[in-house]
């Protein structure tokens, strides 16, 4: 492994913290811009729902998931790095219900400026996660640039029936979150600093471990939805299931898994910059307590990467659903259910 005092990897990031896309509403703004795509009986999850990938029928028993994710340093170790965006690219695949098939990696890499062991690493780093994730490298594409950047292209193998989007939930599911939040102000504390070894350690491993074995447990449930909580943080991806399934959505906050040291973080001033455009974005269609302070309602939209599933479960199922989850180690909590009423927005309590 390269040594992280080699080089602060973070450091060369224009934007740090967590890595996170394009905001919301500046995402929403230039698809409105764009032609609509012209209809295919094939395509069976496309843009209509924000979803976590597009999924196009092959025949009556197979259907390809295709998605891509890339993003700028987020932690110092390039072994690390790779992995976190390996784990990151793949879990659009399990949230769709798919397994993964083949990978391209995506490089932007200053070539004459650092180490070529550090790109190695990187490499490195997303290959024996794609081994663990049972996905087959088979190329890539590279580019000279100032700033590193990495990710993949991945796709997957799902069956025209067994697709899971963020479009399904019905009143009287309960909503389970299979990883803690805070990421991303945890990984902007890194960037400055504010982070211990163990801090540090902690964060990557709830970044590098894939949703795997989540999204295996959770095939044998009725489940309705499914995403994972990525840039546009709890609340937004949630708030995409409850538009795109027509349904409200109530979220308990003292159930929501929370990583250490979050709120003291965000007290101090380190809210990154998506975290604050997700806030922004959901101000109209979220409903706080009037005890709730800025702070928690930043947590609840920290911009994550390589975050949980969220998965809208039958009520009846959840109960046994979280325990197999645990029993699997997987870190998860049942935060909220879905409602009939306050269709299309979300109640925090």
Known sequence: MVNSDLVKLTSLSSKGGCGCKIGPADL??????????SENPNLLVGLDTSDDAGVYKLNDDMAIVQTVDFFTPIVDDPYSFGQVAAANAISDIYAMGGKPLTALNIVAFPIATLEKR????????????????????????????????FGLAVTGLVHPERVRTNAGSKPGDKLILTKPIGVGILT?????????????????????????????????????????????????????????????????????????????????????????????HIQDSVSFPENMDTIDQWILCDAVTSGGLLISVDGNDAEELLAELLEAGVEAAIIGEVKDDHLGKIVVI
């Open 188 to 280: 902007s504390s890194l960037k400055k600093g504010l982070l211990n070894q163990s801090e540090i350690d902690r964060v990557t491993a709830v970044m590098t471990t894939l949703n795997k074995k989540a999204a295996e447990t959770m095939e044998g449930y009725d489940v309705h939805a499914c995403t994972d909580v990525t840039g546009f943080g709890l609340l937004g991806h949630s708030l995409e299931m409850a538009k795109g399934s027509g349904v409200g959505i109530r979220i308990v906050k003292e159930r929501v898994p929370i990583l250490e040291r979050v709120r003291e973080l965000a007290k101090q001033g380190v809210i990154p910059g998506g975290t604050k455009n997700n806030h922004a």
């Open 28 to 37: 929403e703004e230039v698809i409105r811009m764009l032609p609509p795509p």
């Open 118 to 149: 550090i790109l190695s690493e990187i490499l490195r780093g997303a290959a024996d996660k794609l081994q663990e994730a049972g996905a087959t490298l088979v190329g890539g594409h590279s580019i000279d640039d100032k700033e590193p950047k």
